[in-house]
């Protein structure tokens, strides 16, 4: 299975990323977890120790390996590039293995280039294409906030894209907007994640909101899981309701993929 995890900012859209790469990881897959965004939270949501966590590097921020690769160096003008360099080796030499779940992390375009043609963005969007089309495991993808990524085709060619939402007018809307921009984008199946639901009201609202939608499952909100992500570790798999809801996800996602 190939999966993007997108949605608003602060849905909690990483912590669900996390909690999903463990438990496929739980199951006996072998699973490759990304974070494509800028704002890289996904180590800490994973248990990533914090002295493990910093021995991975960007990819973006491997200014060697960019030029080696692409034949550019980063943030040179009017340099000549491959657009398509080699990138199967990088899945595996620049990543962290932790409880059964390999993490790479992308990192962010800093200078020169923002949303354009440069060394740094041809490597890796086609680092990404590499893993989605080629890689024989389970690779999810946390995405960047908003709908962005959609637009520079990041997740093009998943099998599916996973939208959190929260009981939240804005994050209804992205919601929505991201299902739109995935269609035409060629995303076919694009499935909804309900989170941080405090009752059956919020849950009701959300649904009516998102009402052409899949739902592919619904999260309660959890106060350990709040104070996991304030402490930047993972949540307790000893949280039984929560792992349930999890675990919902998990097979849901088996079935329909």
């Known amino acids: 299975m190939k999966l993007a995890v997108s949605g608003k900012g602060g849905v909690g859209k990483t912590t ?22 800028p704002d890289s939270n996904l180590a800490s949501a994973l248990g990533i120790p914090p002295e493990k966590a910093e021995q991975i590097l960007p990819i973006s921020r ?14 040179q003008s009017g340099s000549m590039f491959k657009l398509n360099p080699r990138v199967d080796d990088l899945p ?8 059964g779940v390999r993490l790479l992390v992308l990192g962010a375009i800093e200078k ?11 490597l890796l969007k086609s680092l990404v294409s590499h893993v989605v089309l080629r890689r024989k495991e389970l690779v999810l993808l946390d995405m960047e906030a908003g709908i962005e ?39 076919e199946k694009v499935l909804v994640i ?31 899981v709040r104070l996991a992500s ?14 349930r809801q999890i675990e919902v996800l998990v097979n849901g996602l088996k079935e329909r993929l």
């Open 112 to 122: 020169g280039g923002h949303g354009c043609i440069c060394p740094q963005s041809a």
């Open 62 to 75: 491997a200014t060697e390996l960019i030029e080696e690769r692409t034949g550019a160096k980063p943030g």
């Open 16 to 37: 669900i990323s996390a909690c999903l790469a463990r438990l496929f990881a739980g199951h006996g897959y072998r699973v490759l977890a990304i974070d494509a965004d």
């Open 230 to 243: 304030l402490k930047e570790a993972a949540p307790d798999p000893g949280d039984a309701a929560f792992t």
């Open 92 to 99: 595996d030499s620049m990543s962290v293995e932790h409880d």
């Open 194 to 224: 309900l989170n941080k639901i405090r009752s059956s009201e919020e849950e009701e609202l959300l649904r009516q909101g998102l009402k052409d939608m899949h739902i592919l499952g619904v999260v309660q909100d959890s106060p350990g």
């Open 149 to 187: 990524h959609l637009g520079r085709g990041t997740a093009q060619g998943v099998d599916a894209l996973l939208v959190v939402a929260d009981p939240d007018r804005q994050s209804i809307q992205t919601a929505r907007t991201i299902d739109r921009l995935a269609r035409e984008t060629g995303i």
